[in-house]
């Protein structure tokens, strides 16, 4: 018998959302800062003890307050991403601590990487955002390495910025960068995206509530991440993980909407599945996409953009292995019309490496997926009647000495920018290394610095060295 799979779905959906309401009204959630809970009350919201009580009319009046669709303004304008339930963007790798070598070799990322990565990201047409933890530098002191990627994708890009989340500190500091840029008020002007994260199960820890109190205050997009793991900070069935972590989403809009109504907001949802083998995070597996369609069917439910799939990998590194994954979570992005799509390139071995080849493959992953789901031509000529007759009529049955061949050569077919199409001397893999080693170099040494004005650089050069960012860095940056 046939399943009406659209409308079990949309059945599904609605009993998530009953049950995340349910979680709010019965469990609450634990919020860890005198202030927010002091906010909270005050606006009606049941507080006892640390936890917060919402009912369903305080969540689905902060979602009406929400911000849905918006501009992100990048300082080069041809990179402000309109972000809307339509339209999909794309973000690299976030949050690993080590770069994978094309043999497998894992080593701590540096700042020198993460410089080069953002050159990649400035330099590749497919991305419209730059930023976030593209790595994590081991050679910058903790306390800083928030505010020193900021800076260094700010002085390497003129794309649209994505932030690294922190505490109120790193916030405000982020927000002076910021405003460097944009000028002294920003609260109408969005340039930033940031990474806001409750923990699970149903907490808000003070960096957090924080975080979204200084960028709630001055008018910036909050892409609310909840990431409950099945079986390890969540509930191991598909449907209750998904209630868990749309009822953490529900309560941090909640809250950011009573500090400032309006404020922008992506449904980030990032929840995922646990190795019970080992208890490692396991994002690249069909019940990793299953979780994340929910999510997206979620975020449609209240109108909102959503982050949804990405191009992550368990392989432990540059392996066919880490193509299929990659492409099986990006085909999830796309099928499930994401808006945001992290994690897009280059990640490995379960979030905790990058790898450069990969960052190359992924972003040629893309382009086959955005070549797949765009729109198929359906005029005259692309019918191209006319052009059969001709091929059957006076050419002999061929296609290729035709005017209309040569026309829409390059318009109709999908090109690689690294993948072999043809047989090699070498073996086949070293064949695809040496492409993609070909492709990085050409982006790499096409790099040109976006402009600053000698008194933006000056100010964020002094924003870095009063938090102690060393004379040499700030040199490298």
């Known amino acids: 018998m046939k399943r009406d799979t659209e409308k079990r779905d949309a059945e599904i959906v609605e009993l998530i959302h009953k049950n995340s309401i349910r979680l709010l009204a019965e469990l609450g959630v634990e919020i860890l800062w005198d202030d927010a809970r002091e906010l909270l009350q005050k606006n009606g919201v049941r507080v006892e003890g640390k936890r917060a009580y919402f009912t369903e009319k305080q969540v689905m009046d902060a979602l009406d307050a929400a911000t849905k669709e918006f501009t992100i303004y990048a300082r080069n304008s041809k990179y402000n991403v309109n972000m809307n339930t339509e339209d999909l963007y794309m973000t690299p790798g976030y949050g690993s601590p080590f770069i994978c070598e094309a043999d497998g070799t894992l080593r701590s990322a540096t700042l020198d990487d993460f410089l080069k990565l953002a050159v990649i990201v400035q330099e590749s047409d497919e991305f419209a955002i730059n930023g976030g933890i593209l790595a994590q530098p081991s050679d910058i002191a903790a306390e800083i390495s928030a505010e020193a990627m900021v800076y260094a994708t700010i002085c390497r890009s003129d794309k649209t910025l994505f932030t690294v989340c922190g505490g109120a500190v790193q916030a405000e500091n982020i927000v002076k960068m910021a405003q460097v840029i944009f000028g002294e008020d920003i609260t109408n002007i969005p340039c930033t995206i940031n990474l806001i994260s409750p923990m699970s199960p149903l907490i808000l820890t003070q960096n957090t509530l924080e975080s979204m109190e200084v960028y709630a205050r001055n008018g910036q997009p909050l892409a609310i991440c909840p990431a409950s793991m099945a079986g390890a900070t969540g509930p191991i069935s598909v449907i209750g993980n998904v209630s868990l972590s749309n009822a953490e989403f529900l309560a941090s809009n909640t809250y950011a909407q009573m500090v400032r109504p309006g ?94 080849e990969k960052f190359i493959l992924d972003i040629e992953t893309y382009t086959r997926m955005m070549y797949y789901f765009g729109e198929t031509p359906m005029d005259e000529d692309a019918l191209a009647f006319d052009a059969v007759k001709e091929a059957v009529e006076e050419e002999g049955g061929t296609f290729i000495t035709l005017d209309h061949t040569y026309e829409r050569c390059r318009i109709d077919p999908w090109y690689p920018q690294v993948s072999v199409h043809k047989k090699t001397d070498e073996a086949p893999d070293q064949a695809l290394l040496q492409s993609i080693q070909k492709r990085l170099h050409t982006l790499l040494e096409g790099y040109q610095r976006p402009e600053l004005t000698e008194q933006q650089r000056a100010a964020l050069d002094d924003i870095m060295r009063g938090i102690g960012m060393k004379e040499e860095d700030i040199a490298r940056v």
């Open 263 to 356: 404020t922008p907001v992506i449904y980030a949802f990032a929840a995922t599945v646990s190795d019970m083998a080992n208890m490692q995070v396991y994002n690249s597996n069909p019940g990793f996409l299953k979780l994340a369609k929910y999510g997206a069917l979620m975020s449609k439910k209240y109108g909102l953009p959503c982050r949804s799939g990405g191009g992550m990998a368990d392989a432990p590194g540059f392996t066919a292995q880490a193509g299929v994954e990659s492409a099986m979570n990006m085909f999830e992005s796309f099928s499930q019309k994401a808006n945001l799509m992290m994690h897009a390139t280059g990640s490995v071995l379960s979030f905790n490496a990058v790898s450069y």
